[in-house]
Protein backbone atom coordinates (compact mmCIF):
# COMPACT_ATOMS: atom_id res chain seq x y z
CA UNK A 1 0.00 0.00 0.00
CA UNK A 2 2.76 2.46 0.60
CA UNK A 3 4.37 1.32 -2.31
CA UNK A 4 1.45 2.10 -4.46
CA UNK A 5 0.81 6.02 -2.62
CA UNK A 6 4.76 6.84 -3.18
CA UNK A 7 4.29 6.15 -7.21
CA UNK A 8 1.28 7.94 -6.63
CA UNK A 9 3.15 10.87 -5.14
CA UNK A 10 5.60 10.83 -7.39
CA UNK A 11 3.86 10.44 -10.67
CA UNK A 12 2.76 13.94 -9.38
CA UNK A 13 5.66 15.45 -9.23
CA UNK A 14 7.45 17.36 -12.27
CA UNK A 15 9.93 15.39 -13.96
CA UNK A 16 12.92 17.15 -12.74
CA UNK A 17 11.71 16.24 -9.25
CA UNK A 18 11.37 12.54 -10.42
CA UNK A 19 14.87 11.93 -12.06
CA UNK A 20 16.75 10.02 -9.29
CA UNK A 21 20.38 9.91 -8.91
CA UNK A 22 21.70 7.33 -6.75
CA UNK A 23 24.31 8.12 -4.08
CA UNK A 24 28.24 6.72 -4.59
CA UNK A 25 28.88 3.47 -3.69
CA UNK A 26 32.35 2.41 -2.90
CA UNK A 27 33.75 -0.14 -5.89
CA UNK A 28 37.02 -1.74 -5.97
CA UNK A 29 39.89 0.22 -5.39
CA UNK A 30 37.75 3.48 -4.34
CA UNK A 31 38.20 5.64 -1.01
CA UNK A 32 34.50 6.79 0.03
CA UNK A 33 34.10 9.45 2.55
CA UNK A 34 30.68 9.80 3.49
CA UNK A 35 30.39 12.67 5.86
CA UNK A 36 27.97 14.88 7.74
CA UNK A 37 28.93 18.30 5.70
CA UNK A 38 26.34 19.90 2.67
CA UNK A 39 27.64 19.39 -0.61
CA UNK A 40 28.65 23.16 -0.75
CA UNK A 41 30.80 23.09 2.61
CA UNK A 42 32.28 19.65 1.73
CA UNK A 43 33.39 21.07 -2.06
CA UNK A 44 34.73 24.15 -0.41
CA UNK A 45 36.70 21.88 2.25
CA UNK A 46 38.13 19.52 -0.13
CA UNK A 47 38.93 22.52 -2.49
CA UNK A 48 41.08 24.46 0.31
CA UNK A 49 42.88 21.20 1.63
CA UNK A 50 44.09 20.51 -1.85
CA UNK A 51 46.87 23.27 -1.77
CA UNK A 52 47.68 22.76 1.94
CA UNK A 53 49.18 19.24 1.02
CA UNK A 54 51.19 20.28 -1.83
CA UNK A 55 48.72 19.92 -4.84
CA UNK A 56 47.09 22.33 -6.69
CA UNK A 57 43.56 22.59 -8.77
CA UNK A 58 44.12 21.61 -12.49
CA UNK A 59 40.66 21.11 -13.80
CA UNK A 60 36.74 21.29 -12.46
CA UNK A 61 33.86 19.55 -14.08
CA UNK A 62 30.35 18.99 -12.87
CA UNK A 63 27.02 18.19 -14.50
CA UNK A 64 25.05 20.61 -12.06
CA UNK A 65 25.23 23.90 -12.53
CA UNK A 66 24.39 23.39 -16.52
CA UNK A 67 21.11 21.22 -15.72
CA UNK A 68 20.34 23.93 -13.33
CA UNK A 69 20.16 26.38 -16.49
CA UNK A 70 18.34 23.73 -18.73
CA UNK A 71 15.96 23.45 -15.42
CA UNK A 72 16.76 20.10 -14.61
CA UNK A 73 17.67 19.65 -10.80
CA UNK A 74 20.18 17.23 -9.49
CA UNK A 75 22.13 16.67 -6.88
CA UNK A 76 25.40 18.49 -6.36
CA UNK A 77 28.19 17.16 -8.24
CA UNK A 78 32.05 17.75 -9.24
CA UNK A 79 35.13 16.02 -10.42
CA UNK A 80 38.58 18.02 -9.57
CA UNK A 81 41.56 17.09 -10.76
CA UNK A 82 44.74 17.45 -8.81
CA UNK A 83 48.56 17.46 -9.57
CA UNK A 84 51.74 19.30 -9.34
CA UNK A 85 54.25 19.68 -11.77
CA UNK A 86 56.83 17.85 -9.92
CA UNK A 87 54.74 14.34 -10.13
CA UNK A 88 54.06 15.01 -13.56
CA UNK A 89 58.04 15.06 -14.89
CA UNK A 90 58.31 12.29 -12.42
CA UNK A 91 55.53 10.16 -13.70
CA UNK A 92 55.80 10.83 -17.16
CA UNK A 93 59.62 9.84 -17.08
CA UNK A 94 58.36 6.61 -15.98
CA UNK A 95 55.42 5.84 -17.93
CA UNK A 96 54.32 8.13 -21.01
CA UNK A 97 50.99 6.34 -20.65
CA UNK A 98 50.06 6.97 -16.73
CA UNK A 99 50.36 10.80 -17.82
CA UNK A 100 46.48 9.96 -18.90
CA UNK A 101 45.88 9.75 -15.29
CA UNK A 102 47.18 13.34 -14.66
CA UNK A 103 45.20 15.17 -12.85
CA UNK A 104 43.94 12.69 -10.60
CA UNK A 105 40.41 13.18 -9.47
CA UNK A 106 38.52 13.91 -6.52
CA UNK A 107 34.58 13.46 -6.56
CA UNK A 108 32.45 15.64 -4.34
CA UNK A 109 28.67 14.63 -4.38
CA UNK A 110 25.28 15.40 -3.02
CA UNK A 111 23.76 12.55 -1.52
CA UNK A 112 20.17 11.80 -0.96
CA UNK A 113 19.96 12.93 2.56
CA UNK A 114 21.37 16.52 1.71
CA UNK A 115 24.89 15.24 3.46
CA UNK A 116 28.16 14.90 0.94
CA UNK A 117 30.76 12.79 -0.13
CA UNK A 118 34.43 12.76 -0.97
CA UNK A 119 35.72 9.85 -3.13
CA UNK A 120 38.60 9.27 -5.08
CA UNK A 121 40.56 5.96 -6.76
CA UNK A 122 43.48 5.39 -5.37
CA UNK A 123 46.30 6.61 -7.49
CA UNK A 124 48.11 3.29 -6.47
CA UNK A 125 45.39 1.70 -8.35
CA UNK A 126 45.41 4.19 -11.34
CA UNK A 127 49.73 3.57 -11.70
CA UNK A 128 49.70 -0.36 -11.55
CA UNK A 129 47.86 -0.19 -14.84
CA UNK A 130 51.33 0.54 -16.25
CA UNK A 131 53.51 -1.52 -14.48
CA UNK A 132 53.61 -5.34 -13.53
CA UNK A 133 54.01 -4.40 -9.87
CA UNK A 134 58.52 -4.94 -10.95
CA UNK A 135 58.86 -0.98 -11.39
CA UNK A 136 60.00 0.32 -7.50
CA UNK A 137 60.26 3.97 -8.80
CA UNK A 138 56.51 3.85 -9.86
CA UNK A 139 55.17 2.12 -7.56
CA UNK A 140 57.14 5.06 -5.19
CA UNK A 141 55.21 8.00 -6.76
CA UNK A 142 52.06 6.16 -6.45
CA UNK A 143 52.84 5.50 -2.40
CA UNK A 144 53.65 9.08 -2.18
CA UNK A 145 50.24 10.05 -4.22
CA UNK A 146 48.30 8.03 -2.14
CA UNK A 147 49.41 9.26 1.04
CA UNK A 148 48.47 12.62 -0.19
CA UNK A 149 45.11 11.90 -1.55
CA UNK A 150 44.11 10.59 1.93
CA UNK A 151 45.73 13.78 3.53
CA UNK A 152 43.64 15.79 1.57
CA UNK A 153 40.78 13.63 2.16
CA UNK A 154 41.19 13.87 6.15
CA UNK A 155 41.71 17.30 5.96
CA UNK A 156 38.87 18.23 4.08
CA UNK A 157 36.61 15.79 6.14
CA UNK A 158 37.86 16.19 9.41
CA UNK A 159 35.49 17.82 12.10
Do not use: K
Not at 1 to 8: C, E, S, Y
Not at 97 to 112: S, W
Amino acid sequence: MLRVLLALLVSSLPATAQEDIADLVAEPGWQVHVTGYDYDTLLERTLAAVPEHGMAVVTQAGPTGAAARRGIEIPGNRVIGIFNNDFAVRLLRLSTEAMIHAPIRLYVTENADGTATLSYIQPSGLLSLYSDGSDPALRDVASELDVIFAAIAASAIAR
